[in-house]
Structures are given as structure tokens and as C-alpha cells.
């Protein structure tokens, strides 16, 4: 079925057409030149600017695909969660374009959709093979969220932030010492320039076992926390330093290893906990060379038990936001029967996401 996806949940107006898994298109209209004034995202310029673009990104999905609007068998959207004014724009253009073809429409969860990334097929690039159940590996701006996943409809979560997500500690960190924005991309390209050992930051200590019956039970074994080393690195800065003489490279570096560790500590565990043997990763952070890095090391180690581990990540522009992978997600479950009625709105929020 050949799809046009439709992603305007943040600040990247973004179209793309997909037929069969396969990527015939993705555009992205980036809104950084407009925001990088305030260094973060104004969310009234977002949705202004989504509505001035969204006919021409779209119009220019299809025509990159190769294709004429007739071609077009179905239509998705991200309807949730994102800013609420952004996702309205390109829910309603979806919508409308649907109705005015008559073809079948499906709004999709933004989460979901980045978790479904790598299995999409891009020409010169590796493609997620794995089979269902694995452990996905969901970090980016707004979530961070560890999580088991059985379908691409079905997820459990294991474990997710209690307070920042990873993305946001990364941005308000760059903010602050004026790295650049966005401040994920700007503090791993300064990172590479640092020391990573010339700052001991504290990793938080949310992992407590306690007793319910007869069992032993852990509480926060899976869950994360950034809120204290956005703290440490911003206000106590001086209390951690280990080397006399340092440059931002070295702050930035030794501030994004804690925050991966702290991530990786996490999903070890659940690898751990649930034998699976597979993770695969997605959203912006997933982008992360650092992270990257680590995960690689961490299944090539020699002493490392878990040999049978894999670890799949999406093609570096299927990390950040991006409409290839709600077209990827919204053909699955147009394939299966699935539509969405017209009348469907969006939603700022998404409570599946939450640790139950």
C-alpha cells in the first residue's frame, strides 16, 4: 500500500510516502532558523509555520516519490502526544486529504511510530530484522522510556523517566552554557573535542529493594532520572570537578556520558530481568554517538554474558522527527483493517507511556 505520513508534532514539518516498508520519501521542513533565537522551541511560531508549509512539504513527498496524487492508497498522521497547536495542523491536513480522495485514514502515536523507525527500508542502509518480543529503547526530547515491545501496537513499559527526559537535560544544559541548539546534536559534537573523566557527576539512586509477602521487590529498577544531574551540572558545577583545568568540551563530554550511563544502567537491567536479547532504539537521542558507541562496546566486550545480544538503531535521519516513520507505522495498520474515524482529534498527551 503506498501511504503518505504526515509529522508535525513538534517543530519539523515533515511528509513522506512509503510503500511496502519501503521508503520512497522523506522531507523535512527543519523550523530551527526560527526558534534557535530562544534556543527551544515557541510553540505559536511552530504551529504558524506548519500551516504556511504543510501544502508544499507534502505536495513535494510525492513528488520525490515519483508520484501523482492519485497514486496515493492511504493517508496517516501523528495524532498524539507533541505540542497541541502543531499536531492539529497536519492531523486536519491528513484528514482532508483523505476525505477529498476517499481513502483510508489512520492517526498514529508519535511514540510508537519512532520505535517502528528502523524497520523501515532505506536504500544503502541496515534494516531492523528482529523479531517480536524486544526490548525498545524509546529517548528523545520529551520521553524517555524503556519498554517491551510484542507488536507494533503492543508495548509495555518497564521503565521511564520520573522527572527530565534524557533530550530535555541535554537541551537545557546546552541553554544554559550556551553549547548551541538543538542542544543534543551541539553537545555531542562538542563532547568529541573533551575529557570525559574531568567531571564526576552523581547518577541518581532511585533503584530501593523492598519486601511485599515473601517476595523481594524492586521499585524504579528500570526507571531514570535527570533532574539531579541537570542540577549538578548547572548550579554545583565546582563539586564534581576532577581535573584543575577545563573547557566546555570537557564539561559537555563528562555531562553526556553520565546521562547515557544512567540510561544504559537502566536498560541493562531490563535486559537482564527479561532475557531478551534484542533492543532496539528510537527518537532523537537515538541520533547519540556516544550512545551508540557504548551499546556497540557493550556487545563486543569479551567478558560480556549477554553474546547473543543485538542492538538495532534507525538511520541517523530517522532518529529525530520525521514522517517516514508514521507512513511506515500508519501502513501497518491500514493493512490490517485498522481506520480512524475523521472525526478524531489530537492530544497533547499520551497516558500509554507511563510506568504502570
Known amino acids: 500500500m503506498v501511504v503518505l505520513g504526515i509529522e508535525t508534532s513538534c517543530d519539523e514539518c515533515a511528509a513522506a510516502v512509503v510503500h511496502n516498508g519501503i521508503v520512497l520519501s522523506n522531507v523535512v521542513a527543519t523550523q530551527i532558523p526560527f526558534h534557535s533565537k530562544w534556543q527551544g522551541v515557541v510553540p505559536e511560531i511552530a504551529s504558524r509555520m506548519h500551516t504556511e508549509w504543510?501544502?508544499?512539504?507534502?505536495?513535494?513527498?510525492?513528488?520525490?516519490?515519483?508520484?501523482?496524487?492519485?497514486?496515493?492508497?492511504?493517508a496517516a498522521a501523528t495524532a498524539h502526544p507533541g505540542l497541541l497547536g502543531s499536531l492539529l495542523v497536519g492531523l486536519h491536513f491528513a484528514k482532508a486529504f483523505a476525505w477529498a480522495r476517499n481513502l483510508p485514514f489512520i492517526a498514529v502515536d508519535h511514540l510508537l511510530a519512532h520505535l517502528y523507525a528502523s524497520r523501515l527500508v532505506i536504500?544503502?542502509?541496515?534494516?531492523?530484522?528482529?523479531?517480536?518480543?524486544?526490548?525498545g529503547l524509546l529517548v528523545s526530547g520529551g520521553h524517555s522510556v524503556i519498554c517491551r515491545v510484542d507488536n507494533f501496537d503492543d508495548v509495555t513499559v518497564l521503565g521511564t523517566t520520573v522527572d527530565d527526559a534524557?533530550?530535555?537535560?541535554?537541551?537545557?544544559?546546552?541553554k544554559h552554557y550556551s553549547f548551541g541548539y538543538p542542544g543534543?546534536?551541539?553537545?555531542?559534537?562538542?563532547?568529541?573535542?573533551?575529557?570525559?573523566?574531568?567531571?564526576?557527576?552523581?547518577?541518581?539512586?532511585?533503584?530501593?529493594?523492598?519486601?511485599?509477602?515473601?517476595d523481594a521487590r524492586y521499585d524504579h529498577r528500570y526507571d531514570l532520572s535527570y533532574s539531579g544531574l541537570k542540577t549538578?551540572?548547572?548550579?554545583?558545577?565546582?563539586?564534581?570537578?576532577?581535573?584543575?583545568?577545563?573547557?566546555?568540551?570537557?564539561?559537555?563530554?563528562?555531562?553526556?556520558?553520565?546521562?547515557?550511563?544512567?540510561?544504559?544502567?537502566?536498560?541493562?537491567?531490563?535486559?537482564?530481568?527479561?532475557?531478551l536479547q534484542t533492543i532496539v532504539a528510537g527518537g532523537g537521542v537515538a541520533a547519540n554517538s556516544y550512545l551508540r558507541t557504548r551499546l556497540e562496546e557493550y556487545v563486543h566486550t569479551a567478558d560480556n554474558k549477554q553474546t547473543e545480544l543485538k542492538i538495532y538503531f534507525p538511520p541517523l535521519e530517522l532518529?529525530?522527527?520525521?514522517?517516514?516513520?508514521?507512513?511506515?507505522?500508519?501502513?501497518?495498520?491500514?493493512?490490517?483493517?485498522?481506520?480512524?474515524?475523521?472525526?478524531?482529534?489530537?492530544?497533547?498527551?499520551?497516558?500509554?507511556?507511563?510506568?504502570r
Not at 55 to 61: I, L, N, P
Not at 166 to 174: L, N, Q, V
Not at 331 to 346: C, H, I, K, M
Open 54 to 74: 504543510i501544502y508544499d512539504v507534502a505536495g513535494e513527498a510525492i513528488k520525490r516519490a515519483g508520484l501523482k496524487i492519485a497514486d496515493i492508497e492511504g
Open 123 to 135: 536504500e544503502g542502509q541496515d534494516v531492523c530484522s528482529a523479531d517480536y518480543p524486544f526490548l
Open 166 to 174: 534524557a533530550g530535555e537535560a541535554f537541551d537545557k544544559i546546552a
Open 184 to 214: 543534543g546534536a551541539a553537545i555531542d559534537k562538542l563532547a568529541q573535542k573533551g575529557n570525559s573523566e574531568a567531571f564526576k557527576f552523581p547518577m541518581p539512586n532511585l533503584y530501593k529493594p523492598y519486601k511485599q509477602g515473601n
Open 232 to 275: 549538578a551540572v548547572v548550579n554545583q558545577l565546582e563539586q564534581f570537578r576532577v581535573l584543575p583545568d577545563t573547557t566546555d568540551a570537557d564539561i559537555a563530554a563528562s555531562f553526556q556520558k553520565t546521562a547515557v550511563e544512567i540510561l544504559l544502567r537502566a536498560l541493562f537491567r531490563a535486559v537482564e530481568d527479561t532475557g
Open 319 to 355: 532518529c529525530g522527527d520525521n514522517a517516514a516513520m508514521v507512513a511506515g507505522l500508519g501502513e501497518q495498520y491500514l493493512l490490517r483493517g485498522d481506520r480512524s474515524p475523521l472525526n478524531v482529534s489530537a492530544s497533547a498527551r499520551v497516558r500509554a507511556f507511563k510506568r
